[in-house]
């Protein structure tokens, strides 16, 4: 294929300008991972796991995204435990969301006015996603090893080649050894696969393709169960899973993605009502037209045309899930996804409906043009207002001001000399124990481990502690300081009891 000069240098246009827009965005998450300090579920690493313990589980928690952890801990241990290196596998599956979000939109889309709000739509649609490229969670690497994973699907059913098919399962087996729930996704791709070769019997291949299909969807299958039936088990057999929802897959997975992963900056509830109807219509207006569309093909007895197998595949890849997702809370009362667990949907979703309006107007692509155009604007525009600050996450917002609080404390000079006892709320467990050790050892003693509400015990210096439970602060204590919007209190013991209390000590 010949490419003019004039294409070349479109193309290289194009590609400078998604460039730019992915280096600011990387340049906005370190920003962001320097700033914001640790959060409640970051706080997991301990030196003392090994590798294997990593791997096996034992201990039985859901935070342990094995393959993140696996990654922190060597970044940790060949340079240093601080946020940078703690967060630092995250930042890379960003790094490789971006570059693969945009070699797939531009191989499904091709024409610059397509591809690049296309590529921006991906990367802003869903804010929660830039969330997770700047925290120590496993979500991050899932997301952006989902996306891979459908980047070698594409070209598997394009290209014919079995090696894009092995290497788009062992991309997916890396998302579900990121985080647990994406095993729904690991199961959605065989299916796929499947359910293409029983739709697109494709003239061009043969019996020797088919077998080669059902080896490597064995295999990986072989090697996913090898990798998580262990850990998996424990987290199952410790009740991890039951924080997920139990109301239905539009009550919990849509409306909790909607309000906790789009919306993050509005709860105008008319907004939300109308984003989930347009979801749900969209996906039944959609899997009619692509039925529609095979059925006329199958009634000519004609040979599918390559964009509507991409378009059915990429239904596909959304529709399955959801079934899955709503067989196994009927048959085995296994909980809805919601918000960070079901974040792939949203990519699922975006893809498919990007290339839906795509081939709609497949002879027309200035509509398509259009619609992804203005969708832009607003999309930016949520992501903008919910992104930019350096000051906390949304999901552990209650996080953001804890090492203030520490400093506070340290700085005042009735401290000066002397360790501090603090009772905290167990929400700020983590993060306090996490920050006190690292910055703020010799400051304060260990903090005691509780699940408890307030408690009236007077040797502590301070408590800080939620709005609720202000009620129950003892009348020695005087408010002192109050963060998070009010949302979390710190308290003081009377400087004159304190007083006499170290004099007679």
């Given at each position: 294929m010949i490419v003019s000069p004039s294409q070349t240098k479109k193309l290289l246009l194009q590609r400078c300008f998604a460039l730019a827009i992915s280096l600011t965005l990387i340049t906005l998450n370190i920003y962001r991972i320097l700033c914001i300090s640790i959060t409640h579920d970051e706080t997991g690493y301990r030196i003392t796991d090994g590798y294997m313990d990593l791997m096996k589980n034992e201990f039985a928690s859901a935070n342990n995204h094995i393959f993140h952890s696996l990654l922190r801990k060597f970044f940790v241990e060949t340079f240093t435990e601080n946020l940078f290196f703690l967060r630092l596998d995250?930042?890379?599956a960003q790094a490789l969301f971006l570059f693969v979000s945009y070699k797939l939109v531009e191989r499904l889309f091709q024409k610059w006015w397509l591809v690049i709000p296309a590529f921006v739509l991906v990367n802003t649609a869903c804010p929660l996603n830039f969330e997770f490229w700047g925290l120590s969670r496993g979500y991050a690497l899932a997301i952006a090893f989902t996306?891979?994973?459908?980047?070698?699907?594409?070209?598997y059913i394009t290209r014919h080649h079995i090696k894009y098919l092995l290497y788009s399962l062992l991309v997916a087996i890396l998302a579900v050894y990121s985080n647990f729930s994406c095993i729904n996704f690991f199961v959605t791709l065989i299916n796929v696969v499947l359910a293409y070769r029983l739709l697109f019997h494709l003239s061009q291949t043969g019996k020797s393709t088919f077998l080669k299909e059902a080896l490597a969807l064995i295999l990986g299958s072989t090697l996913l169960a090898a990798l998580i039936i262990v850990p998996l088990t424990n987290v199952l057999g410790n009740g991890e899973l039951a924080y997920l929802g139990n109301a239905g897959f539009v009550a919990d997975t849509v409306t909790s993605l909607i309000k906790d992963g789009i919306l993050l900056n509005s709860r105008d509830p008319n907004t939300i009502n109308f984003l989930i109807y347009a979801i749900v219509v969209v996906f039944w207006v959609a899997g009619i037209y692509w039925l529609a569309a095979y059925l006329r093909i199958l009634k000519k007895g004609g040979e599918s045309s390559e964009s509507l197998r991409i378009g059915i595949t990429f239904y596909l890849l959304l529709a399955t899930p959801v079934v899955s997702v709503v067989l196994q809370f009927n048959l085995f009362g296994i909980n809805y996804l919601i918000d960070r667990a079901a974040i792939f949907f949203v990519i699922l979703f975006v893809l498919h409906f990007l290339y839906w309006v795509y081939h709609i107007s497949i002879n027309k692509a200035i509509i398509a043009a259009s619609v992804m155009w203005v969708l832009l604007l607003p999309a930016v525009d949520n992501f903008y207002k919910s992104e930019f600050n350096t000051h906390h996450t949304r999901l552990w917002w209650y996080c953001a001001d804890d090492m203030a609080v520490l400093k506070h404390i340290t700085n005042d000079p009735i401290n000066k000399g002397k360790k501090v006892k603090?009772?905290?709320?167990?929400?700020?467990?983590?993060?306090?124990?996490y920050n006190?050790?690292?910055?703020y050892k010799d400051n304060f003693f260990p903090i005691d481990e509780h699940h408890s509400e307030v408690i009236k015990d007077t040797t502590y210096d301070y408590y800080f502690i939620a709005s609720s439970n202000v009620p129950d602060v003892h009348p020695l204590y005087k408010r002192d300081?109050?963060?998070?919007?009010?949302g979390y209190i710190l308290f003081r013991?009377?400087?004159v009891q304190r007083v006499e209390a170290n004099t007679t000590e």
């Amino acid at each position: 294929m010949i490419v003019s000069p004039s294409q070349t240098k479109k193309l290289l246009l194009q590609r400078c300008f998604a460039l730019a827009i992915s280096l600011t965005l990387i340049t906005l998450n370190i920003y962001r991972i320097l700033c914001i300090s640790i959060t409640h579920d970051e706080t997991g690493y301990r030196i003392t796991d090994g590798y294997m313990d990593l791997m096996k589980n034992e201990f039985a928690s859901a935070n342990n995204h094995i393959f993140h952890s696996l990654l922190r801990k060597f970044f940790v241990e060949t340079f240093t435990e601080n946020l940078f290196f703690l967060r630092l596998d995250s930042l890379l599956a960003q790094a490789l969301f971006l570059f693969v979000s945009y070699k797939l939109v531009e191989r499904l889309f091709q024409k610059w006015w397509l591809v690049i709000p296309a590529f921006v739509l991906v990367n802003t649609a869903c804010p929660l996603n830039f969330e997770f490229w700047g925290l120590s969670r496993g979500y991050a690497l899932a997301i952006a090893f989902t996306i891979t994973s459908i980047y070698y699907l594409h070209a598997y059913i394009t290209r014919h080649h079995i090696k894009y098919l092995l290497y788009s399962l062992l991309v997916a087996i890396l998302a579900v050894y990121s985080n647990f729930s994406c095993i729904n996704f690991f199961v959605t791709l065989i299916n796929v696969v499947l359910a293409y070769r029983l739709l697109f019997h494709l003239s061009q291949t043969g019996k020797s393709t088919f077998l080669k299909e059902a080896l490597a969807l064995i295999l990986g299958s072989t090697l996913l169960a090898a990798l998580i039936i262990v850990p998996l088990t424990n987290v199952l057999g410790n009740g991890e899973l039951a924080y997920l929802g139990n109301a239905g897959f539009v009550a919990d997975t849509v409306t909790s993605l909607i309000k906790d992963g789009i919306l993050l900056n509005s709860r105008d509830p008319n907004t939300i009502n109308f984003l989930i109807y347009a979801i749900v219509v969209v996906f039944w207006v959609a899997g009619i037209y692509w039925l529609a569309a095979y059925l006329r093909i199958l009634k000519k007895g004609g040979e599918s045309s390559e964009s509507l197998r991409i378009g059915i595949t990429f239904y596909l890849l959304l529709a399955t899930p959801v079934v899955s997702v709503v067989l196994q809370f009927n048959l085995f009362g296994i909980n809805y996804l919601i918000d960070r667990a079901a974040i792939f949907f949203v990519i699922l979703f975006v893809l498919h409906f990007l290339y839906w309006v795509y081939h709609i107007s497949i002879n027309k692509a200035i509509i398509a043009a259009s619609v992804m155009w203005v969708l832009l604007l607003p999309a930016v525009d949520n992501f903008y207002k919910s992104e930019f600050n350096t000051h906390h996450t949304r999901l552990w917002w209650y996080c953001a001001d804890d090492m203030a609080v520490l400093k506070h404390i340290t700085n005042d000079p009735i401290n000066k000399g002397k360790k501090v006892k603090i009772w905290v709320d167990w929400s700020h467990l983590p993060s306090f124990k996490y920050n006190i050790s690292k910055h703020y050892k010799d400051n304060f003693f260990p903090i005691d481990e509780h699940h408890s509400e307030v408690i009236k015990d007077t040797t502590y210096d301070y408590y800080f502690i939620a709005s609720s439970n202000v009620p129950d602060v003892h009348p020695l204590y005087k408010r002192d300081t109050d963060v998070v919007g009010g949302g979390y209190i710190l308290f003081r013991k009377d400087a004159v009891q304190r007083v006499e209390a170290n004099t007679t000590e």
